[in-house]
Each structure stands twice: as C-alpha cells, then as structure tokens.
C-alpha cells in the first residue's frame, strides 16, 4: 500500500531544492512565486491560475491568491538568471561533448479570443488550418541514458508585435542561445521547416554540427552538376539496412544511402546526403555536415544519422505532452507578456520532470512514483504522461500546499563556518 503522505513529502522537498536551485540570488518574494507556479502546474496538471492557486492551500481569501500570481506573473522578469541555473542542471544529465538537441516551431492557437495581446493568424500543426494564436520556438536536449527531453529554450512570439522582424529572425535568436551554452560538437536536429539558406549559413559559419531534413524542390551540386535533390536520391537504392522499432513498437526495415553532395549557396562545403526508405513512397532526405574518415565509416555515419534524427519524435511528444496534460492552449491571461512567463513555468515543470527522471530512473523511489500512475499497461518510453498523472495523484492527498518546504536562503555573513560545531561551540 502506498504512503502518499510520506512519497508526497519527498517530492515536495525535491521539488523545493529544485526550485531553489534555479532561482539561487533571486529576492525571497520571487523565489517563492517560482516554487508555487511550479508546484501547483504539476499539482493542478492546469496553467489557470484559479487551479494553481486552490492546489496552494493558502489560508486566505482564493481571490487574494489569484490576483498575487496574476500580478506576479504578468511582471515577472528573471527568465535569464533562472535559465542560467537551470541549464547547469541540465548539462549533468546529459553528454556535453555530443548530445543531440532538437529544435522545433509550433503554435498557440485560440481561434475564438478576440482580446488577447498581439493575437495573429497562424497555422495550427493539428488540423493545418489558419486560425489565430501565437507561434513558438522550443529547444530540447536528450538526456544520456533514456533519451528524455530536457527542455532548454522557449520563447513565444507574434507576428502582430511591434518589435517583430521574422520568424526566421527568431528561430535565429534560438540558435544563438544554444551556441552560447552547448557546444558545436552537439548534434543541432531540425525538420523541413529550417531547410533554408540562413539556417546552413549559420551552422556552416560556425562549423556546428548538424542534421536537417530536406524538402524534396531542393537544388544541390551533385557530381559538379546541379540536380534536384530527389533526383539525385532515387539514383541509390539503399547500400545498408537498419532495423528501427517506432514509437508504437513496430519494426521498420530501413535502407539507407550515403550521397556526397553540396550546397549551390556554399559550394566549398562538403555535405553527405542521407537516404532512408521505409517511411514512405519518397525516401527521407537528411543533409548533414558530419565527417568521417575513413570510407568503412560510411555505414556507421547514415545509421548514425538516420537514428539521431528519428529521435526527434520525442519533442513532437513533447510538445503534445505540455498542451494536452497541462491543457496548455486553455490558457487564460490577456497579455503576452504574462502568456511568454506561463510557457516558461510550464516548460520549467516539464523540465524539473525529465531531471527527475533522470536522477531516479530504475530506484526504487522512481517505481513507488510510477506505481501511483495508474497505467492500465505497462510504462511507456516517453514517461512524462505517467509521471504527470502520479504527480498529480500524490500531490492532491495532501492538504498542505508547498509552503511548508520553503527555504530562505542563509546570507553568507550569517553562517556558522564549517568547524563551528566541532570546536565545541553551542
């Protein structure tokens, strides 16, 4: 039988020393509204502030606690002292030198809001449609062992602002964070929709690595000649084969080409085109700038290429885990301003989610979390929606709220040094 008090106290606490960590030299106010969004995001799997605010258990009027976390977030402003802090964590739970980042674009749509800031049309990836919403831009890191994302940028934007240029001008922005804080050695994973020349210039530039899926109308320099991509591609039938079990378990036999090509934008640059059939009528064309050395090495680098990208399913998943657990799209603030600052706690939950994860997969700890789950099979690779559930499960048993487990931090002119005791002082 579960001890959901004892199980809730242990993620209350590591939840507190999470959030401690990311706001360390914040004010105490600012430390305190980070534990509670967090907290009650994950208690309430909702973004309302109502929700968030009765999973708090505060004493006083509910109306008080809504209108403090609205007012709170719609001036919070640490993004960039949390984001440090938390990036740190991050690169414990994953490998520096060749991990695998995942960017991609999705949207907020809210197609019958007519007083929202800065609403404008876009296109909703669910149905293809045109409605109005907001786009995005997310980056997410895989983790060493389970291949969890770990979610490190985040930034929602609209065509409708003032201040905005393009979203290329955003996807931009994205990729320079990520080279400021991870290497070049990491593999940078992108779909079709960054398949243009300000994308490989930059990544060429700064001779990051990269994978990038290519749209079938491409031109490229094959042989000395210029052809079409999918031309060129249907030339090879496939030199090597790969075994891969999807996301539901069936197993594809892929064959795959290695295809020396360039760029007609930067013909100085040597690229390998990598086709993989099996998933369809066309093979999947992937344009890397990864290197080998050796021609044995040639299998090696398209089973290389093939699996990194295939992996990048997991932030779609992601994606579709924070709008539909957290119910993101029903989100309920006017301004964009305190729109951005929910994605950022939200994107902050299901990262404090994935460290977890990490730090306890296969303990004993971890199967008492799973366990309240209520999986009617058994769990999944991607953990999050059982996680979401068992969080929620544990956290409603209590009546207690988060508050408890908040700690101030203790101002280095107060503390005992560390011989204090020792020396037999009292």
Known sequence: MVNYNRLAGKLKEDLAV????????????????ILQMLYGILESNKVHLSEIARSLEES??????????????????GKENIMENYI???????????????????????????????????????????KKGYLTIE???????????????EKVFSVAEKTFLSETDENLKCLHYLSANFRKTCVRTLDRGFDAKDYYRYFLDRDEKFIIRVKKNRHIIY?????????????YKGNYCMDFM????????CKISYIPVKLCAFPQKD????????????????????????????????????????????IEEYFRFKNHQFNFEDLRVMSLNSIRNLNFFATLAVGYLGIFYSENNGSPFMDRVFEC??????????????????????????????????????????????????????
């Open 18 to 33: 999470f959030s401690q960590k990311i706001s360390k030299g914040m004010k105490c106010p600012v430390k305190k509204f």
């Open 60 to 77: 006083i009027n509910l109306k008080k606690t809504i209108d403090r976390l609205s007012k709170n977030l719609s001036s919070f402003d």
């Open 88 to 130: 740190q964590l991050v690169k414990k739970e994953i490998n520096e030198k060749s991990s695998v980042i995942v960017i991609d674009n999705s949207d907020i749509t809210k197609p019958y809001s007519k007083k929202m800031e800065a609403l404008s049309d876009v296109r909703d990836g669910s149905t293809g449609g045109i």
């Open 139 to 153: 980056a997410a890191v895989l983790s060493k062992g389970s291949k969890m994302p770990l979610p490190v940028y």
């Open 223 to 235: 042989k000395n000649k210029t052809c079409n991509i999918m031309d060129v591609a249907k030339k």
């Open 246 to 253: 999807d996301k539901r378990g069936k197993k594809i036999q």
């Open 271 to 314: 690229l390998v085109l990598v086709a993989v059939y099996g998933f369809g009528k066309n093979p999947m064309l992937l344009l890397t700038n990864m290197e080998i050395h050796k021609t044995s090495q040639k299998k090696e680098l398209c089973i290389i290429v093939t699996k990194v990208y295939l992996m990048r399913w997991r």
């Open 373 to 426: 789950s209520k999986r009617i099979y058994k769990i999944p690779k991607f953990v999050f929606y059982a996680m979401g559930y068992a969080f929620e499960l544990i956290f409603s048993k209590t009546s207690s709220g988060i508050m408890n487990y908040f700690r101030k931090e203790v101002p280095l002119c107060c503390q005992f040094p560390s011989n204090h005791f020792k020396n037999g002082a009292c």
